[in-house]
């Protein structure tokens, strides 16, 4: 397992619910990255958090809202979710002035 | 055009089969390149990082940059069971900070 953690591996909710994701990172990285894993498409990033603030929002809809309380917890939370927001949401964390991206295990939510 | 182009497969090979597995790009400014390894219900892994061209070998593991022809490669030698993936590859310009573009993956099954 990589020091990556996410929970719930797994969330099925309505359409009405509101629920959140959580990832933790254990490496001492000062940069973390919310994607979206769609069947046979590419990653698709969504947030990017640099040093504790937004640096990115790749025209994500309203429905996601990102929170980085501190350098090693990033949350996503869910309200109002359509059905192909269905997918594997994975998270990232990195050394701001490092290329490379370390990942976690990943979310599967299902939206009924 | 996509930034990433890479063969979605899926490939299938006998164990013990050098595999070949390719992206191509259309951004001349990359200059990191990486592959991460994806298996079933699990986030991608890095398994090879490059700077600019060249070869780089880990273990049955080779990664290829060629920049004049905008095409990357990661060779598998003596391919086992547990290599069965998919495989990302990945890349970055410089100066761009945290944003890595992927390809769609390419799906690998060895059998024995």
């Known amino acids: 397992e990589t020091g990556v953690t996410q929970t719930p591996r797994h969330l099925v909710m309505g359409m009405t619910n509101k629920k959140s994701l959580k990832c933790e990172q254990h490496l001492g990285h000062n940069a973390m990255y919310w994607y979206k894993q769609s069947a046979k498409k590419p990653l698709e990033l969504m947030f990017v958090?640099?040093?504790?603030?937004?640096?990115e929002n790749n025209s994500v809809p309203s429905r996601f809202s990102p929170e980085c309380p501190n350098s090693s917890h990033l949350f996503l939370h869910l309200h109002t979710l359509q059905p192909e927001d269905s997918a594997l949401y994975l998270c990232a964390s990195s050394q701001v002035e490092q290329q490379v991206q370390f990942f976690g295990p990943g979310t599967r939510l299902t939206v009924l | 055009q996509k930034e990433v182009e890479q063969d979605p497969g899926p490939l299938s090979v006998p164990e013990g089969a050098i595999v070949s597995l390719n992206c191509t790009y259309s951004n001349s400014a990359f200059q990191y390149f990486m592959w991460y390894r994806q298996y079933s219900r699990k986030g991608p892994e890095l398994l090879m990082y490059t700077y600019s061209s060249g070869n780089k070998e880990d273990g049955r593991f080779t990664a290829q940059v060629d920049k004049s022809s905008k095409y990357i490669s990661l060779f598998i030698r003596d391919s086992q069971p547990s290599d069965s993936a998919t495989y990302l590859c990945?890349?970055?310009?410089?100066?761009?900070?945290?944003?890595?573009?992927f390809g769609q993956g390419t799906t690998l099954q060895v059998k024995p």
């Open positions: 958090y640099s040093l504790e603030e937004r640096v």
């Open positions: 990945a890349m970055r310009s410089s100066g761009n900070t945290g944003k890595l573009i």
